[in-house]
């Protein structure tokens, strides 16, 4: 699996801006890159966040997040 997470680094550590999907004492492998420009449209739903890539626009990805029929354990 790989991710994409916005962090910042204070005191000697990485903070990331939202939880990880991770297990506690998981083993990870982290490429960082300084200096990158972020981005300032608007956040989508951060439950999600980095999971998958998404090229579309930030309204379209919330309304299916929120769309109780793209949920599998809704469904029938």
Request: hydrophobic share 35%; glycine share 8%.
């Amino acid at each position: 699996m790989a991710i994409t997470v916005e962090a910042v680094y204070e005191n000697g550590v990485l903070k990331p801006n939202h939880p990880l999907p991770f297990q506690e004492r998981e083993k990870v492998e982290l490429t960082i890159r300084t200096g990158v420009e972020l981005q300032t449209a608007p956040r989508t739903k951060s439950r999600g966040y980095g999971l998958v890539p998404w090229t579309g626009s930030p309204e379209d990805l919330d309304f299916l997040i929120d769309d109780v029929a793209n949920d599998p354990l809704e469904g029938p």
